[in-house]
């Protein structure tokens, strides 16, 4: 079996796709049995080879320490037998699914797949990606034959960039296989890292499926409590004070309302959707939570012009600064920032936000939104303070910090935007600042 293989150190694994979900895997894998850690970015590569983490996922020394062969050499994966495909899966303009990345790591895989191997995808995708457009390129580029040559399997990725709660080893792992041979062996690879445990899908597409749904299912969630939040705004009543009092019931669901980006719940839907679709059926429910979801960028922009309005400041001259740039706290992840969104809002009025942000890569920003990042000693003179992500080093602002990032004026004129709620609302209002919350 092949499993006893890897163990014994036979064959080697490799993981195609070293990011936020990919590396991880490969670290934690490079544990227990011989890994190559495949990626096409060769200046990754260096990093890793370097010891340097810029996922923050593992850190550092766990990179240091690793045995993974780090490499962008693809006939390197001629020497492993077992294969974990773990590339985005982002969405286009028109927000249908983009299979790029994973029809190109097919595409790799298969010119360098080799007979007795297994090839497991871990990349979101709609249920029949992996059977019906993954399989047959594997086919195609190696001239072998799935099923007799080489088996498949799905095994959706569930890592929660920047958790390090709920890390990979605690995160029940789903799996499945092109036949219930192949599903033995994938399980039982997986239970080396997987501390809890495995679940065993009855098939690729249900696999496939439950990745899709159960981030749909939190982006419902979300979306109610953003419209929520949209009308408790014209009703004057503190969305938080609401939630508390909401939670204080055993069965409450504990969701907040926020800006929803990164590279799963603002963009799964989307899949599920694009195959419902081309079945003949228009969601309405997930169609509807991604709408409230997508616009909540414009609606928080729409609250700073509202505020500094009210402050008697001139809008298109009023200095608004901007904290945080990441899709969650604590997490050097830019990828979907809904956060650019508000941005993007903000200059149609003619103001150009100043964004800090001590996790994001600064070339990052600028490559993918064209932000220049400022650092947070050069801040003065603001009108406007924009909390967007609740990291750390936000969360530890005292009253005094805060007022020295002002311009001199009266306090009724400075406008604090409290999007995570990470402030201490009492002691911001009693001080005479304008404040508002999502």
């Known amino acids: 079996m092949l499993f006893y293989d890897l163990v014994n150190k036979k064959e080697k694994l490799a993981v195609i796709g070293l990011g936020y979900v990919g590396m991880p895997i490969a670290v934690a894998f490079g544990k227990k049995v011989d890994v190559i850690g495949f990626d096409l970015n060769e200046k990754k590569i260096d990093l890793y080879?370097?010891?340097?983490?810029?996922?923050?996922?593992?850190?550092?020394?766990?990179?240091?320490?690793?045995?993974?062969?780090?490499?962008?050499?693809?006939?390197?994966?001629?020497?492993?037998?077992?294969?974990?495909?773990?590339?985005?899966?982002?969405?286009?303009?028109?927000?249908?699914?983009?299979?790029?990345?994973?029809?190109?790591?097919?595409?790799?895989?298969?010119?360098?797949?080799?007979?007795?191997?297994?090839?497991?995808?871990?990349?979101?995708?709609y249920p029949g990606v992996t059977e019906d457009i993954c399989i047959p390129i594997l086919e195609k580029e190696s001239g072998l034959k799935c099923g007799v040559d080489f088996k498949v399997g799905y095994s959706p990725e569930r890592i929660n960039p920047g958790d390090k709660v709920h890390t990979l080893d605690k995160i029940i792992k789903i799996v499945s296989g092109i036949d219930n041979e192949s599903l033995e062996e994938i399980a039982g690879v997986y239970e080396l890292v997987i501390e809890a445990g495995v679940h065993k899908a009855s098939s690729i597409k249900v696999a496939e499926a439950a990745k899709v749904v159960e981030n749909s299912q939190r982006d419902i969630n979300i979306a109610f409590m953003n419209e929520l939040a949209m009308v408790f705004d014209r009703m004057n009543i503190d969305t938080k004070d609401v939630i508390e009092a909401m939670n204080t019931k055993w069965n409450a669901l504990k969701f907040n309302p926020g800006l929803v980006g990164g590279h799963c719940i603002g963009v799964d839907p989307y899949y599920f959707l694009y195959e419902a679709?081309?079945?003949?059926?228009?969601?309405?429910?997930?169609?509807?939570?991604?709408?409230?979801?997508?616009?909540?960028?414009?609606?928080?922009?729409?609250?700073?012009?509202?505020?500094?309005?009210?402050?008697?400041?001139?809008?298109?001259?009023?200095?608004?600064?901007?904290?945080?740039?990441?899709f969650k706290e604590n997490c050097p992840d830019i990828r979907n920032s809904k956060v650019s969104d508000i941005i993007l809002s903000l200059k149609e009025y003619g103001i150009e936000p100043v964004v800090v942000d001590p996790h994001a890569d600064a070339d990052e920003a600028f490559n993918q939104y064209g932000i220049q990042l400022a650092d947070l000693t050069e801040i003065k003179d603001a009108d406007c303070l924009v909390f967007a992500v609740a990291h750390n080093e936000f969360n530890n602002f005292k009253v005094d910090d805060i007022s020295k990032l002002f311009k001199e004026s009266p306090t009724e004129e400075k406008v604090i935007v409290d999007v995570k709620s990470i402030l201490n609302k009492q002691d911001i209002k009693k001080l005479g600042y304008r404040y508002w919350s999502l």
Do not use: C, W
Request: hydrophobic letters at 40%; proline letters at 4%.
């Open 49 to 125: 080879k370097s010891g340097i983490d810029p996922t923050n996922e593992v850190g550092n020394e766990a990179i240091k320490q690793s045995a993974v062969d780090f490499t962008s050499d693809e006939t390197k994966l001629r020497e492993a037998k077992f294969h974990i495909v773990a590339v985005p899966t982002p969405i286009n303009l028109d927000k249908t699914p983009d299979l790029t990345p994973v029809e190109g790591a097919s595409v790799i895989i298969g010119r360098n797949l080799t007979k007795g191997s297994i090839v497991v995808y871990e990349s979101t995708v």
């Open 277 to 326: 679709e081309k079945l003949g059926y228009h969601s309405q429910i997930i169609l509807s939570g991604r709408k409230i979801n997508d616009g909540m960028g414009e609606f928080v922009a729409n609250a700073i012009i509202k505020e500094l309005i009210i402050a008697n400041k001139v809008v298109k001259q009023s200095k608004v600064v901007i904290f945080g740039m990441t």
